[in-house]
Nanobody, 125 residues
Framework: QVQLRESGGGSVQAGGSLKLSCVGSGIQVRIYNMAWFRQGSGSKREFVAAIKFSSEDTIYADSAKGRFTISRDDAKSTLYLQMDNLRPADTDVYYC??????????????????WGQGTQVTVSS
């Protein structure tokens, strides 16, 4: 059974940093397309970043480019999202996701079959 568990969220001031982690159990993150999404109250779940299976190829949303870095530790079966220079607009619940059926990571929520429970990120001005 695949399970994903995020951690590392919290409250920071604008300009600060956070590093999110997502530990996968019942899964080898290396062979899955892995991604981070975020969702605000009443909003659609939005793509943030993804890393391709068995590769270091990464994809970022425009809002994340230059500030966020997605990475993966295969030995620890853990996905990370390093978030720097955070802005109040980054305040959301962040979710990690996994899928194994596409040649490249999907950019839409519907492309992913496994999700974590989410971790709250709050950025104050």
């Amino acid at each position: 059974q695949v399970q994903l568990r995020e951690s590392g969220g919290g409250s920071v001031q604008a300009g600060g940093s956070l590093k999110l982690s997502c530990v996968g159990s019942g899964i080898q993150v290396r062979i899955y397309n892995m991604a981070w999404f975020r969702q605000g109250s009443g909003s659609k779940r939005e793509f943030v970043a993804a890393i391709k299976f068995s590769s270091e190829d990464t994809i970022y949303a425009d809002s994340a480019k230059g500030r966020f870095t997605i990475s993966r530790d295969d030995a620890k079966s853990t996905l990370y999202l390093q978030m720097d220079n955070l802005r109040p607009a980054d305040t959301d619940v962040y979710y990690c996701a996994a899928e194994v059926f596409h040649p490249t990571p999907p950019l839409e929520q519907i492309g992913y079959g496994w999700w974590g429970q989410g971790t709250q990120v709050t950025v104050s001005s």
